[in-house]
C-alpha cells in the first residue's frame, strides 16, 4: 500500500479524489463507443459513424464487465497496460491478454449483432 501510495498519490500520476467505483455508466459506454469508432470526413462518413457508434454503444453494453473494465481503463483512462495491471491487481501480460480478448468479443458482438464485419 505504501508503494501504491507513493506512486500514484505523491507522483500525482493520479488524483485520489476522484478516484470512483469502477462502476460504468451510460456516459463511459457512449464516450468509449465514440473513441473506438473511426471517425469520417464526409456525410456519409459521419452518417457511417453516427450507426457505428449506436452499434457499438449496443455491443459494449452487452460485454461481460471485466471486459468493459479493461476498455475504460486503456482507452477512456488512457492508462499503460503496467498501470493497469496495478489497478487490477494482475501481471501485465494478462491485462494485455485480456485487452486483445475484449476487443475481439467487442468486434464479434458488432459484426454478429448486425451480421456484416467491422473494419
Given amino acids: 500500500m505504501i508503494d501504491l501510495h507513493r506512486r500514484h498519490v505523491v507522483a500525482r500520476k493520479r ?3 476522484r478516484e470512483v467505483a469502477r462502476a460504468f455508466s451510460d456516459t463511459s459506454s457512449d464516450t468509449l ?3 473506438l469508432a473511426a471517425r469520417g470526413s464526409s456525410p456519409s462518413h459521419d452518417a457511417q459513424r ?3 457508434r449506436a452499434r457499438m454503444r449496443q455491443a459494449i453494453d ?3 464487465p ?3 473494465e479493461v476498455l475504460v481503463l486503456r482507452h477512456l483512462e488512457q492508462l499503460t497496460m503496467r498501470e ?3 489497478v487490477l491487481t494482475m501481471n501485465e501480460s494478462a491485462v494485455k491478454v485480456r485487452h ?3 476487443l475481439r468479443r467487442l468486434r ?3 459484426a454478429g449483432e448486425f451480421g456484416e464485419g467491422v473494419s
Fill in 15 to 17: 488524483s485520489v479524489r
Fill in 33 to 35: 463507443a465514440e473513441r
Fill in 50 to 52: 453516427t450507426e457505428l
Fill in 62 to 64: 452487452q460485454l461481460p
Fill in 66 to 68: 471485466r471486459d468493459r
Fill in 84 to 86: 493497469i495491471a496495478t
Fill in 100 to 102: 486483445l480478448r475484449a
Fill in 108 to 110: 464479434e458482438l458488432v
